[in-house]
């Protein structure tokens, strides 16, 4: 198995501009959630999906982000316009179901920075 | 709601030392306990969870973790350290019943010297 995949690895961008992050989750996976990892705030999670509806996203920053999983093999996370206070390690991970007890796999992350 | 402290932010150890790194948590409930390790330029990998039954729990890579209800605690141990063990270790504690919202400790970072 491929396990979770996200892209770009690495994303350089200017203030204002609109960046989107790809994730490919671990197929058969149900669950799906986006993280956010700085040094001053630890791993937060941004938003989760199950079964390709978002079900909790309070932790999404402002509407500035959006989250979309358009079928069971593909998510983005949307930043417009972005800000320097953004910039940060984006990770996506996934479940085979929505039970606490599952294991979240991680993807490699998204480094982004905003110039 | 849930939360879990990790109150080593970096700890050394030589190569070959036993490692023992804290965990505490709180909940009302019998929590979910999670230990999971990142590596430099890498994504979470779990190295081990309770959910109940047996308090001591063994995982990959030869790590262990003991669940004391009494102390809050969660702590994650190896008997003997090894040089590929130097990453970040994150602690968290998820929701019992409910979806999967896992809340992560801020982590801390083991240094492995010769």
């Known amino acids: 198995d491929a396990g979770v995949i996200q892209s770009p690895r690495h994303e350089v961008t200017e203030m204002g501009q609109e960046v989107t992050l790809r994730c490919k989750p671990i197929?058969?996976?149900?669950?799906l959630f986006w993280y956010r990892q700085t040094m001053m705030r630890g791993l937060e999670l941004l938003i989760y999906?199950?079964?390709?509806?978002?079900?909790?996203d309070s932790g999404m920053p402002e509407d500035r982000f959006s989250a979309k999983m358009p079928n069971a093999s593909f998510s983005t996370l949307k930043i417009q316009p972005s800000e320097p206070r953004d910039s940060a390690v984006y990770f996506c991970?996934?479940?085979?179901?929505?039970?606490?007890?599952?294991?979240?796999?991680f993807g490699p992350g998204t480094r982004l920075t905003v110039l | 709601a849930q939360s879990v402290t990790q109150p080593d932010i970096h700890i050394t150890v030589s190569e070959g030392a036993s490692l023992e790194l804290r965990c505490n948590y709180s909940?009302?409930?019998?929590?979910?306990l999670f230990w999971y390790v990142q590596s430099p330029g890498q994504g979470l990998q779990l190295l081990l969870k309770?959910?109940?039954?047996?308090?001591l729990v063994q995982g990959i890579k030869g790590f262990e973790a003991e669940f004391k209800r009494s102390q809050s605690s969660f702590n994650l141990r190896k008997p003997s350290v090894h040089w590929s063990d130097a990453a970040e270790y994150f602690c968290a504690v998820g929701l019992s019943g409910g979806y999967q919202k896992v809340t992560f400790g801020t982590g801390t970072k083991l240094q492995v010297i010769p």
């Open positions: 999906f199950n079964n390709n509806v978002p079900i909790d």
């Open positions: 309770y959910f109940s039954g047996d308090t």
């Open positions: 909940y009302g409930a019998t929590p979910y």
């Open positions: 991970a996934s479940s085979l179901n929505r039970a606490s007890t599952d294991t979240q796999y």
């Open positions: 197929s058969g996976h149900n669950s």
